[in-house]
């Protein structure tokens, strides 16, 4: 089952692509920033909550059905390696070896690892459901209002800020090996997170180049075709006899095999095909300056979204200095072991 | 005097070929020309055609020799892109061109690559939309349109781009008959509002030669005849090359001075002409009656919905009969091709039921039912899964467990049934369309079907080629085989299948005898069939007691000649 767009007028579906892409990106940096159940799982369901109201709990469940399987499996196996060394031990698997010990801190953990693994997979599918590829192509591309210096301003303050505060608040410490006067070390980060903000714009400012952006976008509109050109093909070797509705999964594998041979070349002629049609719509008259119909902007939802994440982000960081980031553990540990 | 199009001497061999696409090609076209080219399949029209926008040689490699000009560029010399935003080209399959997620995208994405200010891009987008038919249309996925509306978002993308020379490479051959006249009838009239040249490389002469200029004909590479419309008609028929419209034939055979395309001029010319007389009661031809066999296919009530919104059918009711030759018509997007995906199976109803050969389609696979029941499908290439001829025919026959010399026996037959004799060790790549389509038809042949499923067996395929197919269909119904054809070609279809069924929007509207839906014209035009003109001239000719079911040339050119000896033998009745 193809994760492609799905229209819609939910919340998710009014932001910019840009903005959807930032979340993508904010979200896995705090899902790695923590290794809790319930800070994680909370964000989790804020996520989840947002992308039903979008695209419909039915939708989620079919794209993350054999991802729970998965997942849960890698946590398991997780579980080995998850067991700090003043955990709490609770019982071995194998007591006859005394092998494979599960602890508390340990269980507590590969909850938190599946949710990690799980919100990055939700993240990017949610974006994938409520964005045109059109437009996520052109938020990797181009960038039109960026050219304004009131945005670039804000932008550089922006992540000025977040690594300003996230340099102080994570290494305090390291930073006074530098220098021990507190100005000159504040002084140093500050100007080491201006600079790293405007690098970062000037990259992202020049996006991706106009041919990458294309062959993306001819890939997302490829893979429905070529589903459906699979489906022709195999449809033509039933009506030549050949059983392709087996029960038995390796048998239907191996029916499937047989159609791999013109399922090669139907997509080696598309290829062909897909060159010839640019070329003729004068894909190489001057790609450099080529122009967009879609043109992208940012609207209220977006200031709010955008506003919200720095929030996550700031609390996030905020947690963590105060020493809550193993919340959890630390409820567990105060009730059930003291 | 400055040329649009300017070809001298021009000849190009593809890599790995060891003959000439095109030889010798001298041709110059003028500013606002509207030229149409035409000619056999494997002419080398779309090599022509490829030529103007620089895909030969910059993309085909090869070797070109000669010069081609361009509004005075040499395309050797200049880039593609360059040539691109000159010469606006439209292939001759949609699907292949499309490659936007939207509508609105796909029309946008030539005045993108040029480089057009946004605003308008978007004016253009808007004005492509309008003349395409497409408004409402832009938010929908293009490989998701029916074929008709697929052309017309073809075409709406080059005009977006509004280049000097348009270039249509048989812009019409997944159409119905009255959507061929819409696309071309806008192709035309857009090129001549801008005042732009306009190529078109098409079969389809009854349709297209009201509205050019001039006819280029071409065959095996070369340019065979070049003259104004009423010239290249004068000069009569090239054997298998260029055959002109039936009554363009009847007039030179009555020695007719006008030149007509249609009945209405074919007529009064033909009446101030000669006095004419009515047939007398025997001399009209009598269609033989056949006794219907057993049904083979029984349909009841059957509905279809891939969506769950929209119905492909409604409530189909049919019974096919043994040895039958049944024609299915319809606009494109009426549900043709999905109700005869019940009939092997490959779609199974939702409601209703599907009796093939006394066995109920839910309880057996396609598999199965494949043994009995052959099916070609539309595009020849999706049922290809081999590399040589003689191992594709024998694919059929070892599903059924055949032993070798039996695969052999029944691959060569088939082989020689389509005209293909000593074909076997060829090479899958090295056929052409038209031999493609027929071996896609051997290799159903191979399993000796009782019923034949055929899905638009003349797509893109010359006047030739598709009488081919149709005298392959009709050997194999006189030999039993119970055959169903889905076709646009539909004065073929009346002049080879006696039965006709119509649907329209998911239901059948008619199921009948052939003759009565020929001579309705209010049924063939909502349903997007062109009534034939030489049946348009028997509806003409009904005061003098001609029957209204007349198609063929042949059958005309009968008739016409008995009305006129009447006239010198004072036959009356």
């Known amino acids: 089952m193809a994760i492609t767009y799905k229209r819609g007028d939910s919340f998710l579906h009014s932001l910019d692509a840009r903005t959807k892409l930032i979340m993508f990106f904010a979200l896995t940096f705090i899902a790695l920033l923590f290794l809790d159940p319930l800070i994680i799982g909370s964000l989790f369901f804020g996520l989840y909550a947002l992308a039903a109201n979008a695209v419909g709990r039915k939708t989620i469940a079919q794209s993350s059905k054999p991802l729970i399987v998965i997942f849960t499996v890698f946590s398991l196996y997780n579980l080995y390696w998850l067991r700090p060394k003043e955990?709490?031990?609770?019982?071995?698997?194998?007591?006859?070896?005394?092998?494979?010990?599960?602890?508390?801190?340990?269980?507590?953990?590969?909850?938190?690892?599946?949710?990690?693994?799980?919100?990055?997979?939700?993240?990017?599918?949610?974006?994938?459901?409520?964005t045109a590829s059109a437009d996520l192509v052109l938020g990797l591309t181009k960038r039109e209002s960026a050219q304004q210096f009131k945005n670039i301003l804000i932008y550089v303050a922006i992540v000025t800020a977040l690594l300003f505060s996230t340099i102080n608040l994570s290494w305090g410490e390291r930073l006074q090996n530098i220098s021990s006067n507190a100005v000159v070390a504040l002084g140093i980060s500050l100007v080491a997170s201006l600079a790293v903000a405007a690098g970062s714009y000037w990259l992202l400012s020049k996006g991706l180049p106009p041919e990458i952006g294309i062959?993306?976008?001819?890939?997302?509109?490829?893979?429905?075709?070529?589903?459906?050109?699979?489906?022709?093909i195999m449809d033509a070797q039933k009506a030549r006899g050949y059983e392709m509705e087996y029960k038995n999964p390796l048998l239907r594998m191996k029916a499937f095999a047989s159609s791999l041979i013109p399922i090669f070349f139907a997509t080696i002629d598309r290829a062909e095909n897909i060159a010839i049609a640019i070329l003729s719509r004068a894909f190489d008259f001057d790609i450099r300056n080529r122009?967009?119909?879609?043109?992208?902007?940012?609207?209220?939802?977006?200031?709010?979204?955008?506003?919200?994440?720095?929030?996550?982000?700031?609390?996030?960081?905020?947690?963590?200095?105060?020493?809550?980031?193993?919340?959890?553990?630390?409820?567990?540990r105060s009730l059930f072991f003291n | 005097m400055e040329y649009d199009i300017e070809f001298?001497?021009?000849?190009?061999?593809?890599?790995?070929?060891?003959?000439?696409?095109?030889e010798n090609i001298t041709l110059r076209v003028q500013p606002g020309e509207v030229v149409l080219l035409t000619g056999p399949s494997g002419a080398g029209k779309t090599t022509l055609c490829s030529c103007l926008n620089g895909l030969v040689p910059h993309f085909h490699n090869g070797v070109l020799k000669g010069q081609v000009l361009v509004k005075g560029r040499d395309t050797k010399k200049t880039r593609v892109g360059i040539l691109s935003s000159l010469v606006g080209l439209v292939f001759q399959d949609p699907e292949s061109q499309l490659i936007s997620p939207t509508v609105a995208d796909e029309i946008a994405f030539g005045p993108e690559n040029l480089a057009?200010?946004?605003?308008?891009?978007?004016?253009?987008?808007?004005?492509?939309?309008?003349?395409?038919?497409?408004?409402?249309?832009?938010?929908?996925?293009?490989?998701?349109?029916?074929?008709?509306?697929?052309?017309?978002?073809?075409?709406?993308?080059?005009?977006?781009?509004?280049?000097?020379?348009?270039?249509?490479?048989?812009?019409?051959?997944?159409?119905?008959?009255?959507?061929?006249?819409?696309?071309?009838?806008?192709?035309?009239?857009?090129?001549?509002?801008?005042?732009?040249?306009?190529?078109?490389a098409e079969h389809k002469l009854e349709e297209v030669l009201p509205l050019v200029d001039r006819v280029v004909v071409m065959d095996r590479g070369r340019i065979m005849r070049d003259d104004v419309v009423k010239g290249a008609l004068s000069k009569g028929d090239i054997e298998h090359v260029f055959v002109r419209p039936p009554l363009v034939r009847l007039a030179e055979k009555f020695q007719l001075d006008a030149c007509p395309l249609m009945a209405e001029e074919f007529y009064p010319a033909f009446t101030q002409k000669y006095k004419l007389n009515s047939l007398t009661v025997d001399e009209r031809p009598i269609a033989e009656k056949k006794d219907k066999g057993e049904p083979v296919i029984e349909i009841r009530g059957l509905c279809h919905s891939y969506d769950g919104v929209n119905a492909a059918l409604n409530g189909v009711d049919l019974t096919i009969h043994r040895a039958e030759l049944v024609s299915i018509l319809g606009r494109n997007g009426s549900g043709k091709t999905t109700l005869v995906k019940h009939f092997n199976g490959l779609l199974k109803p939702a409601e209703g039921s599907v009796t093939v050969l006394g066995q109920d389609t839910t309880e057996t696979t396609t598999a199965q039912l494949a043994k009995k029941v052959g099916f070609c499908f539309q595009n020849p290439n999706h049922q290809m899964i081999t590399f040589v001829v003689k191992d594709e025919l024998a694919l059929g026959p070892k599903s059924l467990g055949l032993d070798k010399e039996e695969i052999e026996r029944r691959s060569l037959e088939a082989l020689e049934f389509v005209g293909m004799a000593g074909q076997m060790e060829t090479d899958m790549m090295a056929l052409g369309k038209g031999q493609k389509q027929r071996l896609a038809l051997a290799s159903v042949l191979t399993m000796k079907p009782e019923i034949l499923i055929i899905d638009e067996p003349t797509t893109g395929q010359d006047p030739q080629m598709t009488e081919d197919i149709f005298e392959i269909i009709r050997r194999l119904n006189e030999e039993g085989t119970t055959v169903l054809v889905i076709t646009h070609k539909f004065d073929y279809a009346a002049a080879y299948t006696e039965r006709a069924v119509i649907l329209a929007g998911g239901k059948i509207v008619y199921d009948g005898p052939m003759g009565p839906a020929l001579m309705d014209e209010e049924l063939l035009g909502e349903n997007s069939l062109a009534q034939p003109q030489v049946t348009k001239l028997a509806a003409k000719l009904a005061a003098h007691n001609v029957p209204g079911d007349i198609v063929t040339v042949d059958q005309m050119s009968d008739v016409l000649s008995k009305l006129i000896a009447g006239g010198q033998d004072g036959h009356y009745i």
């Open chain 1, 87 to 130: 955990a709490i031990h609770l019982f071995y698997v194998f007591p006859w070896w005394n092998f494979f010990p599960i602890t508390v801190e340990g269980l507590i953990r590969s909850v938190a690892l599946f949710f990690r693994f799980f919100i990055v997979v939700l993240a990017i599918h949610t974006v994938l459901y409520t």
């Open chain 1, 215 to 232: 062959t993306i976008s001819l890939g997302f509109s490829t893979v429905g075709i070529l589903t459906e050109q699979t489906q022709k």
């Open chain 1, 291 to 332: 122009t967009y119909r879609r043109a992208l902007s940012f609207q209220r939802n977006d200031y709010v979204m955008l506003t919200i994440l720095l929030l996550l982000l700031f609390a996030g960081l905020g947690i963590n200095y105060l020493g809550w980031g193993r919340i959890t553990e630390i409820i567990v």
């Open chain 2, 8 to 22: 001298i001497d021009v000849s190009f061999t593809y890599e790995g070929a060891e003959t000439p696409a095109i």
């Open chain 2, 116 to 200: 057009v200010p946004r605003d308008e891009i978007i004016k253009r987008v808007e004005e492509g939309l309008k003349i395409a038919r497409l408004k409402g249309f832009e938010e929908r996925e293009p490989h998701n349109l029916s074929g008709g509306e697929q052309q017309a978002c073809a075409i709406a993308a080059i005009f977006a781009m509004y280049p000097e020379i348009y270039v249509m490479d048989e812009p019409t051959s997944n159409l119905d008959p009255l959507g061929t006249q819409h696309i071309l009838s806008i192709i035309v009239k857009v090129a001549k509002e801008r005042g732009k040249t306009l190529l078109i």
